[in-house]
């Protein structure tokens, strides 16, 4: 027993040892604790949905104090490139200067200003402000002296009854102003300082967008009623901003529908750019150093795109009243250093909140920079990182494609252009994979179509003179003329001659339920090909995702639904047809689309967007065919006039979505009712446990 016990002792010391040892490794081993970020990070895929990714930025800090000055009520702020930071202090009346860590360096236009709203910062250091209350621009030198006031310009196209209440404002290399004021619909105010301020005019006026209202009300209304209907005048711009190549970025509130939310404009004022996704409530924008656009909305939520409006990032939020680094209760403006760090204006909070990218944003913009460069096979490394931490960003994916077509590597460029989900580019490189294998297979092509050609004509001579394939001919024709095979092959008369079709169903028994079920399951089973084996430039729906069981009940609900309504819908109106006459006539009218449909899938596969118009005038024939066959298969059977037919069709129309919203209603129902007694019987089983 000693020897065990021995072992024993033994096994607990070494026992005690090492966990003394792992103890004291991690009170000696300093440990980095990461938060979470308050909010998610999304980005935009090919399809356009809004999907999560990884964290880009990281709240690093905030600033809400210039040395021992608060801010008040702060509505702008610029960040120089030596990285000094100019804050529009409204309430305080001052513009407030500070480095990137909050440190005073300046105060301007204490005494002087009145309602600073918007600044800009020129490369030497003379500060624009725009005073609002005070109707003015007042230009200061890097010393905080006065040394221009701009006021309202006296020019009869500015407008005699238009206030100057400038309230952001951006200057160009050559001085020129561009100033937005408060309730002028008519464009961004161009001002230039020859002659003490010379208005040039308005620059990028939004659009207005005219709705099917708009157009109804200038058709049936008076001139008179129209003069006193609100007018629909133009969003002004709430922010812009100018780059180093002159190109001014304005965000607008209420212009994500009309496509004036971003927009990016030329010297001549035209757009340049349709994000892939915007906000409705957006308050700043900025350029970064890589010519991508980061833009803020007022509810604190952070856009990042790249130069053409491509979708990098989105994320922050609103801040419910936690106080929580990284969300907003009104941002204002936004802005970007060297470092790619992001700086935005809370003015509700009264503070300035920082964001640093993370790894993954720095591999982007690195990708970005060697990209929108040119340099695509530089960018491929880069972007491969990238890859590798989210297989799924469609950016890179589509910037990958990009390398390999330049690289002239079609296949793998079509491949990352699928993934991408870039039907532009995956067409770029399909075309140049498909003449390649026109050059190499063109011989071959040619020679088997003379030679199965040759064979036709062959087997059409031995006929004319042995009869050899009598007994094949024979066979075939008798196996026509079975009973199911016959009323099958109807389906090609009567697209052909609908009228007289219509008389065969009707009066011959040309047909019968069995043959009418068969035509719609092959309809089902060709609907199905269609939307998941066509070619990827014109299929509708995600590669990998497939809805067959919902797809195949959705077809045959549909049917049914339509059948039985036009029957009814047909009797109340002294129709002639049965219900099974419209069945059976109903399954002949998918005729067109069994036979031309799987030529369109075909087509689909071997096209570019070049040829695309083929597709799409095919299928507006097959359906333009399927509505006449259905016209006048109605009309046939029921002994309709044309007027009589077009009144039972929109009654059929009116009274299936009438059935289909009492479904709804009724599954609604339902299912409060189903809660209700759960919620009932869950608190009855509570009831009876406390007992």
């Given at each position: 027993?000693?020897?065990?016990?021995?072992?024993?002792?033994?096994?607990?010391?070494?026992?005690?040892?090492?966990?003394?040892?792992?103890?004291?490794?991690?009170?000696?081993?300093?440990?980095?604790?990461?938060?979470?970020?308050?909010?998610?990070?999304?980005?935009?895929?090919?399809?356009?949905?809004?999907?999560?990714?990884?964290?880009?930025?990281?709240?690093?800090?905030?600033?809400?104090?210039?040395?021992?000055?608060?801010?008040?009520?702060?509505?702008?702020?610029?960040?120089?490139?030596?990285?000094?930071?100019?804050?529009?202090?409204?309430?305080?009346?001052?513009?407030?200067?500070?480095?990137?860590?909050?440190?005073?360096?300046?105060?301007?236009?204490?005494?002087?200003?009145?309602?600073?709203?918007?600044?800009?910062?020129?490369?030497?250091?003379?500060?624009?402000?725009?005073?609002?209350?005070?109707?003015?621009?007042?230009?200061?030198?890097?010393?905080?002296?006065?040394?221009?006031?701009?006021?309202?310009?006296d020019h009869p196209l500015y407008g005699r009854g238009v206030e100057f209440k400038p309230q952001k404002l951006a200057v160009d290399a050559k001085g020129i102003m561009y100033v937005i004021c408060e309730g002028n619909t008519n464009g961004i105010v161009q001002i230039s300082p020859v002659d003490g301020g010379t208005f040039l005019g308005y620059y990028g006026t939004n659009i207005?967008?005219?709705?099917?209202?708009?157009?109804?009300?200038?058709?049936?209304?008076?001139?008179?009623?129209?003069?006193?209907?609100?007018?629909?005048?133009?969003?002004?711009?709430?922010?812009?901003?100018?780059?180093?190549?002159?190109?001014?970025?304005?965000?607008?509130?209420?212009?994500?529908?009309?496509?004036?939310?971003?927009?990016?404009?030329?010297?001549?004022?035209?757009?340049?750019?349709?994000?892939?996704?915007?906000?409705?409530?957006?308050?700043?924008?900025?350029?970064?150093?890589?010519?991508?656009?980061?833009?803020?909305?007022?509810?604190?939520?952070?856009?990042?795109?790249?130069?053409?409006?491509?979708?990098?990032?989105?994320?922050?939020?609103?801040?419910?009243?936690?106080?929580?680094?990284?969300?907003?209760?009104?941002?204002?403006?936004?802005?970007?250093?060297?470092?790619?760090?992001?700086?935005?204006?809370?003015?509700?909070?009264?503070?300035?909140?920082?964001?640093?990218?993370?790894?993954?944003?720095?591999?982007?913009?690195?990708?970005?920079?060697?990209?929108?460069?040119?340099?695509?096979?530089?960018?491929?490394?880069?972007?491969?990182?990238?890859?590798?931490?989210?297989?799924?960003?469609?950016?890179?994916?589509?910037?990958?494609?990009?390398?390999?077509?330049?690289?002239?590597?079609?296949?793998?460029?079509?491949?990352?252009?699928?993934?991408?989900?870039?039907?532009?580019?995956?067409?770029?490189?399909?075309?140049?994979?498909?003449?390649?294998?026109?050059?190499?297979?063109?011989?071959?092509?040619?020679?088997?179509?003379?030679?199965?050609?040759?064979?036709?004509?062959?087997?059409?001579?031995?006929?004319?003179?042995?009869?050899?394939?009598?007994?094949?001919?024979?066979?075939?024709?008798?196996?026509?003329?079975?009973?199911?095979?016959?009323?099958?092959?109807?389906?090609?008369?009567?697209?052909?001659?609908?009228?007289?079709?219509?008389?065969?169903?009707?009066?011959?028994?040309?047909?019968?339920?069995?043959?009418?079920?068969?035509?719609?399951?092959?309809?089902?089973?060709?609907?199905?090909?269609?939307?998941?084996?066509?070619?990827?430039?014109?299929?509708?729906?995600?590669?990998?995702?497939?809805?067959?069981?919902?797809?195949?009940?959705?077809?045959?609900?549909?049917?049914?639904?339509?059948?039985?309504?036009?029957?009814?819908?047909?009797?109340?109106?002294?129709?002639?047809?049965?219900?099974?006459?419209?069945?059976?006539?109903?399954?002949?009218?998918?005729?067109?689309?069994?036979?031309?449909?799987?030529?369109?899938?075909?087509?689909?596969?071997?096209?570019?967007?070049?040829?695309?118009?083929?597709?799409?005038?095919?299928?507006?024939?097959?359906?333009?065919?399927?509505?006449?066959?259905?016209?006048?298969?109605?009309?046939?059977?029921?002994?309709?006039?044309?007027?009589?037919?077009?009144?039972?069709?929109?009654?059929?129309?009116?009274?299936?979505?009438?059935?289909?919203?009492?479904?709804?209603?009724?599954?609604?129902?339902?299912?409060?009712?189903?809660?209700?007694?759960?919620?009932?019987?869950?608190?009855?089983?509570?009831?009876?446990?406390?007992?």
């Amino acid at each position: 027993m000693k020897p065990f016990k021995s072992l024993v002792e033994s096994a607990k010391t070494i026992t005690i040892f090492v966990l003394i040892s792992v103890t004291a490794t991690f009170l000696l081993t300093p440990i980095s604790v990461f938060a979470d970020t308050p909010y998610k990070t999304f980005t935009l895929d090919g399809y356009g949905r809004v999907v999560e990714t990884q964290s880009a930025y990281i709240p690093l800090t905030t600033i809400n104090k210039a040395g021992e000055h608060s801010f008040k009520n702060a509505s702008d702020m610029k960040i120089t490139d030596d990285e000094q930071i100019y804050i529009a202090d409204t309430g305080g009346k001052r513009v407030l200067v500070t480095d990137i860590n909050g440190n005073l360096l300046r105060i301007y236009g204490e005494g002087v200003l009145n309602e600073p709203t918007g600044i800009f910062v020129t490369d030497d250091k003379y500060l624009y402000v725009a005073d609002k209350s005070a109707q003015k621009v007042i230009v200061m030198d890097p010393e905080g002296e006065v040394v221009k006031e701009y006021t309202k310009p006296d020019h009869p196209l500015y407008g005699r009854g238009v206030e100057f209440k400038p309230q952001k404002l951006a200057v160009d290399a050559k001085g020129i102003m561009y100033v937005i004021c408060e309730g002028n619909t008519n464009g961004i105010v161009q001002i230039s300082p020859v002659d003490g301020g010379t208005f040039l005019g308005y620059y990028g006026t939004n659009i207005t967008s005219v709705n099917f209202l708009d157009i109804f009300r200038r058709a049936i209304l008076t001139e008179e009623q129209l003069a006193k209907l609100p007018k629909k005048l133009p969003k002004t711009p709430k922010n812009l901003f100018i780059d180093k190549k002159g190109l001014v970025y304005t965000v607008t509130q209420g212009g994500a529908q009309d496509n004036t939310g971003l927009r990016k404009l030329n010297v001549a004022g035209n757009n340049l750019l349709q994000p892939d996704y915007t906000d409705a409530l957006l308050s700043a924008v900025s350029v970064g150093n890589y010519e991508n656009i980061y833009v803020v909305s007022e509810q604190g939520y952070i856009y990042e795109y790249n130069k053409d409006g491509s979708l990098l990032f989105i994320f922050g939020g609103k801040d419910s009243g936690h106080l929580r680094i990284g969300l907003f209760q009104k941002a204002v403006a936004i802005d970007v250093d060297k470092s790619d760090n992001i700086f935005v204006l809370d003015q509700e909070k009264n503070e300035i909140q920082v964001f640093k990218p993370t790894e993954f944003a720095n591999l982007v913009h690195d990708a970005l920079y060697l990209y929108q460069s040119g340099r695509y096979e530089e960018s491929r490394e880069p972007l491969q990182e990238v890859i590798k931490m989210n297989s799924l960003f469609d950016y890179a994916n589509q910037a990958i494609g990009q390398a390999y077509l330049q690289k002239e590597d079609y296949p793998m460029a079509m491949r990352y252009f699928r993934i991408a989900k870039d039907r532009d580019g995956y067409s770029d490189a399909y075309w140049e994979v498909r003449n390649i294998w026109l050059q190499n297979n063109l011989v071959t092509i040619l020679l088997i179509l003379v030679i199965i050609t040759a064979l036709w004509e062959l087997a059409k001579f031995m006929q004319k003179k042995t009869q050899v394939f009598n007994p094949v001919i024979a066979a075939v024709r008798s196996h026509k003329k079975r009973s199911l095979i016959s009323k099958l092959n109807y389906t090609w008369y009567f697209i052909r001659h609908p009228i007289d079709g219509c008389y065969g169903i009707k009066a011959e028994n040309k047909a019968s339920y069995l043959c009418a079920n068969i035509l719609l399951f092959l309809f089902i089973i060709v609907f199905l090909v269609n939307k998941y084996a066509a070619g990827f430039i014109v299929k509708t729906v995600p590669d990998g995702r497939y809805d067959i069981f919902s797809d195949i009940g959705g077809i045959v609900a549909s049917f049914l639904l339509f059948s039985i309504c036009s029957y009814l819908v047909c009797t109340i109106n002294d129709g002639e047809a049965t219900f099974k006459q419209l069945y059976q006539a109903y399954t002949y009218t998918f005729g067109p689309y069994l036979i031309i449909k799987i030529i369109i899938v075909l087509l689909s596969n071997v096209i570019t967007y070049n040829e695309i118009f083929l597709v799409q005038f095919s299928n507006f024939c097959l359906y333009a065919w399927m509505l006449v066959l259905l016209f006048i298969a109605i009309k046939e059977l029921n002994g309709y006039t044309v007027r009589e037919t077009v009144k039972v069709i929109l009654l059929t129309v009116f009274f299936a979505l009438i059935v289909v919203l009492l479904i709804f209603i009724m599954y609604v129902l339902t299912t409060q009712v189903y809660d209700f007694i759960e919620s009932m019987i869950g608190e009855a089983v509570y009831r009876i446990e406390q007992l």
